[in-house]
């Protein structure tokens, strides 16, 4: 069944022809639609394409499907992604990176075996989200942690016994890189990894105490391809990688080579996490051979643009007039780009929901702006960064209730939701006509079918600007929608003149964002 070959030359040409074609293929759509409809061809090298997704964070799966069906599918998000599904460790006892937590979140970064019995509920009810979302147009991307296993603990919530080394049924020692001094071995001095830019430590040395798989290995490449397999026969779209750069490119390229194609026919999409500021090979855009990357860096230029450095944190969003590639981030079709995931709102490298108003204002931004696949993260309150998603006794996720306050159900924000129509609309529309005050108030349109403007300043301010929209009436919709009987929520639209031009008032911390969908 598998060839046992990893990525040969021939095979790798192939596939960067496959992602050049899915490419061109997402410039003629709009997003999210590439893969749906798709003719049924078995020998398709198409990648998945994702829509706008929202980063379901440690939501349990009966949770996930209902938000499917109620509010992700009718609201224009075209996937989920949702956390590590495979069994994970169990935490008995405090101490080992947590005094005050049981069951941090993070339990779930360390797995033990491939079934999905998980703090966010059984495989069968894992299966019924997956159908649920699909029915509902929602495609389901999932965390794969497939760098490691455990770094402590026992036993897992599907109630295994495992050793570091050792998890029955599914790998033992020879499975794992190891301290030593052989080619295949973490040369290290502590077995961990202690130099970020030796890309020897960084693929072979453990990463925080976490028993480094020998991914390199036929035999574990077999054992990952048939999880990541068992997802994709269950309906799953892709993988956000975990720990991708800890990999390597070699490594991925052959775990990939074993993937089946997914229910839509194309490969499945591949989004690797690799933290920028590694030399060489090291780097994000090193691994956008291999696929696609998450936009990490881009996460600290926004939270640099919308909230900068001094202690009042004014921030000046001027300068994203220019942002992607021209402010050196990796390209924008090899791009999953957020506001914020679930590491980085907990060590300062991004805006978060604490940041109130603002917070959603960058988010709103990111779905005009269409740089990369865009995603909304939305997790779970918290005050320590340890602390566990509300769970029961036992550390099983209870149902998200997004009235509770536990939840900062950012996904569900009505300005948020108004932009993903409203990024659905225009596609992939050329940006044009940016304006700014020079410091806290831009906009832009996207051709002619779509104008936005931002206000990341404590005060409304009122512009008067191209929107390169037609004459019409529009209504905004970060707070409403065109009806029958003008804007819905009693907002009062704008007016945009014969030569495009429109005088808007733009709320503090707050967008105005017009398209033609919306037009009275
Ligand atoms: C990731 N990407 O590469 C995840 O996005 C990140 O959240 C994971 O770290 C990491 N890689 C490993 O998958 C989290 C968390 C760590 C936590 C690990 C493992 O940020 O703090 O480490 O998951 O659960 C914890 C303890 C740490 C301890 C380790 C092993 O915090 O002190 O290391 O477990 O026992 C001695
Ligand atoms: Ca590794």
Request: net charge negative; with cysteine.
């Amino acid at each position: 069944m598998y060839t046992h070959l990893g990525l040969c030359l021939p095979q790798r040409a192939a596939r960067r022809r496959a992602m050049v074609a899915a490419t061109v293929l997402a410039a003629g759509f709009a997003w999210g639609s590439q893969s749906s409809g798709a003719p049924a061809q078995g020998t398709s090298n198409r990648t998945d394409v994702p829509g706008v997704t929202a980063n379901l964070f440690e939501w349990n799966w009966s949770s996930v499907g209902n938000e499917c069906t109620s509010v992700l599918g009718p609201g224009g998000f075209r996937g989920v992604q949702v956390s590590a599904p495979q069994d994970s460790l169990k935490r008995t006892s405090l101490g080992d990176g947590s005094n005050t937590v049981l069951h941090p979140w993070w339990e779930v970064y360390q797995p033990v075996d491939y079934n999905l019995t998980s703090r966010m509920g059984s495989e069968e009810q894992f299966k019924a989200m997956v159908n649920t979302c699909r029915s509902a147009g929602v495609k389901v991307y999932v965390d794969a942690v497939i760098n490691h296993m455990t770094g402590q603990g026992t036993t897992s919530y599907g109630g295994q016994s495992y050793t570091h080394f050792n998890y029955p049924g599914v790998y033992d020692s020879g499975d794992f890189h190891h301290l030593g001094t052989g080619p295949n071995d973490c040369t290290s001095t502590s077995g961990g990894i202690e130099d970020f830019n030796n890309r020897h430590q960084v693929f072979k040395c453990e990463l925080v105490g976490l028993a480094d798989l020998d991914t390199s290995s036929p035999d574990v490449q077999d054992q990952l391809a048939a999880y990541l397999n068992k997802l994709i026969g269950y309906g799953v779209s892709g993988f956000r990688v975990d720990a991708a750069k800890h990999i390597g490119q070699a490594d991925l390229d052959a775990i990939y080579s074993r993937l089946h194609r997914t229910k839509d026919h194309v490969k499945p999409y591949w989004a690797l996490e690799v933290f920028g500021g590694g030399p060489g090979i090291l780097s994000p855009q090193a691994f956008t051979t291999s696929g696609d990357v998450l936009g990490l860096d881009g996460v600290k230029q926004i939270r640099d643009a919308f909230k900068s450095y001094p202690a009042e944190h004014i921030g000046s969003i001027a300068t994203l007039e220019v942002f992607g590639s021209g402010s050196g981030l990796t390209p924008s079709s090899k791009t999953l780009s957020f506001v914020t995931n679930h590491d980085t709102e907990r060590n300062g490298d991004a805006l978060n929901y604490k940041d109130g108003p603002r917070y959603v204002l960058a988010n709103e931004w990111l779905l005009a702006e269409g740089y990369g696949h865009p995603q909304v993260f939305s997790g779970f309150a918290w005050n320590t960064t340890d602390d566990s998603p509300p769970s029961d006794a036992n550390g099983i996720i209870t149902n998200a209730d997004c009235t509770s306050g536990q939840w900062t159900c950012t996904h569900r924000n009505p300005g948020i939701l108004g932009m993903v129509g409203w990024h659905n609309y225009v596609g992939t529309a050329r940006q044009a006509n940016f304006w700014t005050d020079g410091d806290n108030v831009i906009s832009f349109s996207e051709g002619h079918r779509g104008w936005a403007g931002f206000n990341n300043g404590a005060a409304p301010r009122t512009i008067t600007v191209q929107t390169g929209l037609p004459q019409g009436s529009y209504c905004n919709v970060i707070v409403s929608k065109a009806t029958g009987a003008g804007c819905s929520n009693g907002v009062a639209p704008v007016s945009v003149n014969g030569g495009g031009f429109a005088t808007v008032t733009v709320g503090a911390y707050d967008a105005v964002a017009l398209d033609r969908q919306n037009r009275l």
